[in-house]
């Protein structure tokens, strides 16, 4: 709990019983002095600690109460405690939200002493994967907890690197569900769930589906629109109740507002509730890559209380350091939400709406083009022997265009390196860069050989997922679970929340992913508007100058600031790699990656992710001996087979 007092700086709160400890750390948000953690239920034989938000709570209060249930507080949390007594395990079914939930349930063994031994701990995530759950089965043990860092901080998992993961951060700029940085640890993957005993715990876990993207969207009820215009009209008032429920909070609460789309939609909605809605930018000393001018109209059409912050190179060289020790595991993308983050909590928030999940459900990203391009390369490349391959490469990768051309070519040399073309569009290395840089793995006797690992096979479910659906909707399958839970929603929650600041992603709101899902293709794609069943919906409150504009991506000029001074620190760390790495990780392709960029043959993530991954390590593995114990040590010492740590927000 000591290693998650950023994530929740207010109170803690534990439960010790005799096979199980369970603990928090609470970011107070909803009912501020009645939402101390643990909850329990009226008999006490019953107990939930959660991370998150529960945005339907108000109305299943309401339902659970015409049930006979009855509420000591205001919080959400307690919803939780009296709809699993209700429902059992298909409580999930009806909480909306975004959660990390843990509950001690002794109602089978009685409620206190060693009759309590027998007690069942039940483990779930939210539908999307908005909020993280790991856990690690050591030493009879099973421990879980927001952060793969606070699992370390137990003292009882030997802090080694996982060379299969290192194999997915080259590969794609950050850790791949369910795997982490660290051999042993994992995740509960999205819309999972686990239940155990708390004397026996399982020594393999197997997490369990309770929410299938696929199946949810082939088997939506309700309406079905005959046509894009019909689609528009259902999904607005559905846009406008989710929004609305994501603003309910005891405390500040703003929007991260740049000058795309997606958070002016959230600002435009969210004003039909609120007034003088608080907004903020971050904005750069490089005009062409900052948002302020077309961000303060929109504050201004729409009345808000606008704040901007610059942040320019000196700040970040000083404070890099910093930010990456923050991460709780090493990631290409996840500092551009830490200053973002930030500066909001410094502005005296303690909740922000962002536009996180528009791109996936609305088709805002490139890879819905490029998808069916790469998978053409690559269907085609099955077909043609190896060598013809590597001797057609330059004529085949020109069917692409642009930034995808290497891509495309990997799709083409090796086509059946991933179970679907679509993860070639969202390489960092390509696979033959990647055994480059691993030769040292890949040329040891650790290496088993083949491409097996929980990471893989999660692709391949994926894929079988998708295959599925119409290739608009599985370009959303794809993305919604590859890059947006392993990269922008873990960077999301862990940078935000090193910060002690909530993120609230409305877009992400299952009932509106599954609505948009259940589509066709036709209902929600017009042909040169991005975006447009969303633009469509929105029509009438969007300002011109935000529908005009091109779709930019928001990211901090790390081209311009490598070339300075913050391109000499990498230069200079890239050519000390730690030993841990060095055991697995080639530094010569390692300085190879930094020369690249230099001469302008490869662009600033591939060093910078790099560079990540070797000041992550040196931190948080080659030190970690001299890390400060956790503050939770007599707790761990009572815990004989069964710890946790999660935390409220």
Not at 56 to 68: A, I, S
Not at 201 to 208: A, G, I, M, T
Not at 446 to 462: A, I, K, S, V
Not at 546 to 571: E, I, N, Y
Request: glycine share 6%; net charge positive; proline share 6%.
């Amino acid at each position: 709990m000591g290693a998650l007092s950023h994530r929740g700086p207010d109170e803690d709160g534990i439960l010790v019983a005799p096979s199980a400890a369970l603990g928090m750390r609470r970011l107070s948000i909803i009912d501020l002095p009645g939402g101390h953690q643990p909850v329990f239920n009226e008999t006490r034989n019953v107990a939930v600690v959660f991370n998150g938000e529960i945005y339907n709570f108000r109305q299943l209060r309401k339902t659970l109460e015409g049930r006979g249930h009855a509420f000591r507080t205001h919080s959400d949390t307690e919803v939780i405690v009296h709809a699993y007594e209700e429902w059992g395990e298909q409580f999930l079914r009806e909480l909306r939200g975004m959660f990390a939930i843990a509950i001690w349930d002794a109602r089978s063994s009685g409620t206190n002493g060693e009759a309590a031994r027998g007690a069942r701990i039940f483990l779930a995530r939210d539908r999307l994967g908005i909020k993280p759950l790991y856990y690690a089965a050591v030493g009879g043990a099973l421990l879980f907890s927001s952060e793969v860092r606070s699992l370390l901080a137990s003292g009882r998992i030997e802090t080694r690197l996982s060379p299969d993961s290192l194999e997915a951060y080259l590969t794609f700029g950050s850790l791949a569900e369910p795997c982490t940085i660290v051999k042993d640890i994992y995740s509960i993957p999205p819309g999972h769930c686990l239940a155990f005993a708390a004397d026996a715990p399982p020594e393999k876990p197997s997490p369990k589906p309770y929410w299938v993207y696929s199946d949810a969207v082939l088997h939506q009820e309700g309406p079905r629109p005959r046509n894009f215009q019909e689609a528009a009209k259902l999904l607005r008032p559905l846009l406008e109740e989710t929004v609305r429920d994501h603003l309910i909070a005891d405390v500040p609460l703003g929007v991260f507002l740049s000058s795309g789309l997606d958070s002016t939609s959230l600002v435009a909605l969210g004003s039909r509730f609120q007034s003088y809605l608080h907004t903020f930018t971050v904005v750069f000393p490089e005009q062409q890559y900052s948002e302020a001018k077309i961000s303060r109209e929109t504050a201004k059409h729409f009345k808000t209380r606008h704040e901007e912050v610059l942040l320019s190179p000196g700040m970040l060289v000083t404070q890099v350091e910093e930010a990456v020790r923050s991460l709780d595991q090493p990631t290409m993308d996840g500092l551009n939400t830490y200053f973002v983050s930030r500066a909001a909590r410094q502005a005296g928030l303690k909740v922000a709406l962002s536009g996180l999940g528009s791109d996936e459900i609305f088709g805002g990203y490139s890879t819905f083009i490029s998808t069916p391009r790469a998978a053409f390369v690559a269907g085609l490349g099955r077909w043609i022997p190896s060598p013809l391959r590597r001797f057609t490469s330059g004529a085949a990768v020109r069917i692409a265009a642009g930034d995808a051309v290497n891509k495309a070519a990997a799709a083409w040399r090796s086509p059946r390196d991933f179970p679907h073309a679509y993860f070639f569009t969202r390489l960092l290395f390509t696979p033959s860069r990647v055994r480059r840089l691993l030769a040292p793995y890949y040329e040891s006797a650790e290496y088993p050989g083949r491409h097996d690992n929980p990471w893989r096979d999660r692709m391949r479910e994926t894929a079988r997922q998708a295959k599925q659906l119409d290739s608009f909707t599985s370009v959303s399958c794809f993305e919604l679970q590859s890059y947006m839970v392993n990269t922008l929603l873990r960077d999301t929650d862990t940078a935000s929340m090193a910060n002690s600041l909530e993120v609230r992603v409305p877009f992400l709101d299952h009932r509106l992913v599954e609505f948009v899902g259940s589509l066709p293709k036709s209902a929600k794609f017009t042909s040169g508007v991005p975006k447009s069943l969303l633009v469509e919906a929105l029509s009438d409150l969007l300002p011109d100058q935000v529908m005009a504009q091109t779709k930019r991506t928001f990211t901090l000029p790390w081209d311009v600031w490598l070339r300075g001074a913050l391109g000499v620190r990498l230069s200079q760390e890239l050519s000390n790699l730690t030993p841990p790495l060095r055991r697995y990780v080639n530094p010569r392709a390692v300085r190879g990656a930094w020369q690249n960029f230099v001469i302008g043959q490869t662009n600033w993530s591939r060093p910078w992710s790099l560079y990540v991954l070797n000041e992550w390590v040196r931190y948080h593995v080659t030190d970690a001996a001299s890390q400060p114990a956790s503050a939770t040590e007599a707790v761990h010492n009572a815990a004989a087979s069964a710890a946790g740590s999660s935390q409220r927000q």
